[in-house]
């Protein structure tokens, strides 16, 4: 059964740092172009950034763009989620996704096939 699983979350102050990491069972993350997504409570989904097969093209939400970096280590079959200058607004259930086709810079929850249960990330002011 394919699964991800994301870690990393947790309790920052504003301004603070946190690296989320996703890993997977039966999937070479290789193969997939990786999204990270989050949902704050009361809000839609919302994409953050994603990073294509290949590792050519990364996108981001502008609501990040500058602070967060995505990047994958294959060794690992690892995708990671770099956040700096976190803000409070950041707060959210932070999810990795997984595509086996081309996705798009509009960051869409549909293109994406495989999701992990995600994690908790809380930015305090």
């Known amino acids: 059964q394919v699964q991800l699983v994301e870690s990393g979350g947790g309790l920052v102050q504003a301004g603070g740092s946190l690296r989320l990491s996703c890993t997977a069972s039966?999937?070479?993350?290789?193969?997939?172009?990786m999204g990270w997504f989050r949902q704050a409570p009361g809000k839609e989904r919302e994409g953050i950034a994603n990073?294509?097969?290949?590792?050519?093209?990364?996108n981001y939400a502008r609501s990040v763009k500058g602070r967060f970096t995505i990047s994958r280590d294959s060794a690992k079959n690892a995708v990671y989620l770099e956040m700096n200058s976190l803000r409070p607004e950041d707060t959210a259930m932070y999810y990795c996704?997984?595509?086996?086709?081309?996705?798009?810079?509009?960051?869409?929850?549909?293109?994406?096939?495989?999701w992990g249960q995600g994690t908790q990330v809380t930015v305090s002011s």
């Open positions: 996704a997984a595509s086996d086709s081309a996705v798009s810079s509009d960051l869409l929850s549909a293109e994406y096939r495989y």
């Open positions: 990073i294509n097969w290949s590792n050519t093209i990364r």
């Open positions: 039966e999937l070479t993350l290789a193969d997939y172009a």
